[in-house]
């Protein structure tokens, strides 16, 4: 079953689509099956990815959230073999306020993965920047929630509300939600200030921060224009060197987790009580 990742933060620009992007590429060439799903109407990500908006006008995430469209005929090929899209495009915009009148209308994404979570191992959601409708779809279809945040003056201002919205998830419809970890993004170790707020974000944070961190790096801010991931644009690059880094942990920590899972020791059924109680009291 796909572990499903939300990338999200309200703030713009904090390197949310370079991050889903890349770190599903890096994913895919360690040969785990990777689907993008674009929930951005900018639909950056879809064209970092070379798609092209007329490629997929009839049939894309709006159409398998708002109407009645398949998912699997909303999914789009890339030019990494393990790594597919389901793109968005403008019409995006309006679902917000499509949605505000349907049933379940903060499940629709959750409803359209059924279908295909067994198709992959890795599910990557770029959010938009904001917390409305779409951003709760995603954290309620989500395992785990990633955020990306610029070492930058004010990076933590903002951050109240996100962890309010995630709060909310988790007691009303996603309780088995987690975060997976902040990602430090668009880093220039010569900046004190990025060094500063790097450790402060570090102090507040402890282990739930990546030790990997994305340095801020032209090549990575050049490939979207070609459509490819940075690894398919520079390999040799400091942004390629950061993304692989970053998959890789993102693959231990699942592993870990997974090994943890193992060892819970296994809950004896109900007969075996019975008789290990009759036994005691023999
Ligand atoms: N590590 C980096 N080094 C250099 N440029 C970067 C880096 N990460 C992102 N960028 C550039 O910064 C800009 C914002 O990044 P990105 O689009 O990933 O942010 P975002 O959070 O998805 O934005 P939005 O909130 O608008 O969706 C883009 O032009 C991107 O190419
Ligand atoms: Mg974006």
Do not use: W
Request: aromatic share 4%.
């Amino acid at each position: 079953m796909a572990k499903i990742i939300a990338l999200m933060n309200q703030k713009g620009g904090v390197g949310k689509t370079t991050s889903t992007i890349n770190l599903a590429a890096c994913l895919a060439v360690a040969e785990k099956r990777t689907l993008v799903i674009d929930l951005d109407p900018q639909g950056n990500g879809s064209v970092s990815l070379g798609l092209d908006s007329s490629q997929h006008t009839a049939c894309n995430i709006y159409h398998a959230m708002i109407g009645n469209a398949d998912i699997r005929e909303a999914i789009y090929e890339t030019e990494l073999p393990n790594l597919h899209i389901c793109p968005s495009d403008n019409n995006l915009s309006g679902a917000e306020i499509e949605l505000v009148s349907e049933f379940a209308r903060e499940a629709k994404l959750k409803n359209a993965f059924v279908s295909i979570q067994d198709d992959y191992d890795y599910i990557l959601i770029d959010c938009p920047p904001s917390l409305g409708l779409l951003t709760v779809n995603a954290l309620n279809a989500a395992n785990s929630f990633l955020v990306p945040m610029q070492t930058e003056y004010l990076a933590m201002e903002g951050l109240a509300q996100l962890v309010n919205t995630v709060k909310l998830i988790k007691n009303n419809l996603n309780p088995a939600l987690e975060m997976e970890g902040i990602l430090l993004t668009m880093f220039d170790g010569r900046a004190s200030l990025h060094k500063q707020v790097s450790a402060e974000i570090r102090r507040h944070f402890e282990d739930k921060v990546f030790e990997t961190v994305i340095p801020r790096n032209v090549k990575l801010a050049e490939c979207p224009s070609f459509g490819k991931p940075i690894i398919l644009y520079d390999i040799e690059s400091k942004g390629s060197e950061a993304y692989l880094a970053l998959a890789k942990e993102v693959i231990l920590k699942e592993r870990a987790a997974q090994v943890d899972q193992d060892q819970i020791p296994a809950v004896p059924n109900a007969s075996q009580i019975d008789n290990s109680v009759t036994q005691q009291l023999q």
